[in-house]
């Protein structure tokens, strides 16, 4: 059955902190890892990775992908209260074209 | 342009009732998801349509969960006989079509209260 695990499961920081989210996955078929943020109900979507050790970066929020040990990490430098929300992990892959298998989020708290 | 709207935002109903969710994805989006969210947790799949092939139902929790969708756009998740443990926020999200890359388009969810 394919998982992902996401730790940790929630994290508090000061502003102007640099914060390290961790994502590990097992999968049949991967196709690609994403990362998404969710402030209310919608995840957004931030980055997919497919290719292993190019990072992907927008603006103060970048991500990594490891396919030999099965993991990714996102990254948020500079840390502001508006990044207080939840990152969500999730893999394609499986045996349903599209699926995606979501970790459980991590809970990102920043404050003033 | 627009993104995927789902309708009721919020909806509470007695157990027992039947409730009946509405997603419109993007236009000319031919993939279409339904997922659950309970409290605390994160996302679990429920049922998944491309264009005109069967769609896969293997997240479906159990029988009292049916979804279907007319015409290749607008879907409907129907849960039969609520009960509390169906209490979450219900969201949907759409992708361009099976060549796309895999990132998914999420509506703003329904949250249900079963009481």
């Known amino acids: 059955e394919d998982k992902v695990v996401q730790s940790p499961l929630s994290l508090v920081v000061h502003e102007g902190d640099t914060v390290t989210l961790n994502c590990s996955y097992e999968v049949t078929n991967f196709r690609s890892l994403l990362w998404y943020k969710q402030e209310k109900k919608a995840p957004t979507f931030l980055f997919m990775l497919t290719s292993c050790g190019i990072e992907k970066k927008s603006g103060r929020l970048s991500s990594i992908l490891d396919k030999k040990e099965l993991f990714s990490i996102l990254n948020i430098t500079a840390t502001q209260t508006g990044d207080s929300v939840i990152y969500l992990c999730a893999n394609a892959g499986g045996t349903s074209y599209g699926k995606l298998t979501f970790g459980q989020g991590t809970i990102l708290t920043v404050h003033p | 342009g627009a993104g995927v709207s789902q309708s009721p935002s919020n909806k509470v109903t007695e157990k027992g009732k039947d409730v009946e969710l509405r997603c419109d994805p993007i236009?000319?989006?031919?993939?279409l998801y339904w997922y659950r969210q309970s409290l605390g947790q994160g996302l679990e799949f429920l049922i998944y349509?491309?264009?005109?092939?069967?769609?896969?139902k293997s997240g479906l929790p159990s029988d009292r969960f049916s979804a279907e969708r007319t015409g290749g756009s607008v879907s409907t998740l129907t849960i039969q006989r609520t009960q509390q443990e169906d209490s979450a926020v219900y969201l949907c999200?759409?992708?361009?079509?099976?060549?796309?890359?895999?990132?998914?388009?999420f509506g703003p969810g329904t949250r249900l209260t079963v009481t």
């Open positions: 236009s000319g989006h031919t993939a």
């Open positions: 349509f491309q264009g005109n092939s069967a769609p896969d």
């Open positions: 999200a759409s992708r361009p079509s099976r060549g796309a890359g895999d990132e998914q388009y």
